[in-house]
Structure formats: C-alpha cells, structure tokens
C-alpha cells in the first residue's frame, strides 16, 4: 500500500515538473517572440517564470532524495561493510529529514510575516511563491521517510548514490 502511494505521488509530482517545465518553455518563447516582433511584453510573466523555477527547484529536489540521486559523498560509506553502510544510510536520511522539518518550520514563519505583502508584478501575495519552501521540505520529508522505510525493508543499497 505504501509502495503504490509512493509510486503515484512520484508520478504525479513528475507530471507537475514537467507541466511547470513546459509552461516555462511556453512563456519563454512567447516573450521572445513578443519582445523580437511586437516590441512589447506581457506584465509579470517573468515573475511568473521564476515562481515556477522555484517549485521545479523544490518538488526536483524531493524526487531526488525518494531516488537516493540528492547530493551525498560515498567516498568513506563505499568502503563499510553492509551492516555499517546501512547505518550511515539511516543516519543520512534521518539528517534529511531533520534539516527539511526545520526548513519547513521557518518557512511557515517567513510566510506568516511576509506571505501577505504583493509580488510587485502579478501583485499576487508573495505566498503564492513562498509556500514552495515549506511544500519541497515537507515532500523532502515524506521522502526520506520513505527511503528509511525501505533500508529497514530491503537490503541497503551499495552506495548513497544510484549509478
């Protein structure tokens, strides 16, 4: 059961970045051609692009952690036994998973104080475009929540990183 949720969430988090990839790619390319031949623009839409960037960043980053493809130095857990490798592997996920509970934490605070004010050319709330930090931490969570799951499950896997 938890291996069909993680399966779906994957596949719709993929779907997600690939949606705000290819509307970024879309804006772009319309700028481009608004800019080169009209000689006009359309107001906000390069903050738009930017918000986007920001949750490709954040939701990327959580998918990466769920692969175990997030940046880890195996140099030293290459050459531990298995039994010691999986405890550098729990105590990995589990640092994971603490930075990205304190980064969601002070990001609902920096929300609190400053959601509310106004992007300067959407004039959306500024919410809009920070509740990315709290969203990629909380995923990054689940993630590594996940991953711990399946070191306790399966056997550890060779290294931090997938070749």
Sequence with gaps: MID??????????????????????G???????????FN???????????VLFVYTTAIGAALAIGR??????????????????RWAD???LLSLAVLNIAVCAYGLVWIDTTGNFLMPSTELPRVVAQFSIPLGSGL???YSIFALR???VE?????????
Excluded: M, Q
């Design 4 to 25: 069909t949720f993680e399966r779906f969430l994957d596949r719709a988090l993929e779907v997600l970045v690939v949606l705000c990839f290819v509307t970024i790619l």
């Design 27 to 37: 804006i772009v390319i319309t700028l481009c051609g608004l800019r080169y031949v």
């Design 40 to 50: 006009t623009s359309i107001t906000g839409a390069n903050e738009l692009i930017t």
């Design 68 to 85: 175990r493809e997030h940046i880890s130095i195996v140099a030293f857990i290459d050459r531990l036994d298995i039994r010691r490798r």
């Design 90 to 92: 729990i105590f990995g």
């Design 140 to 142: 990054s969570v689940l």
């Design 150 to 152: 399946r070191v306790f």
């Design 155 to 163: 056997n550890p896997p060779k290294s931090g990183i997938k070749t």
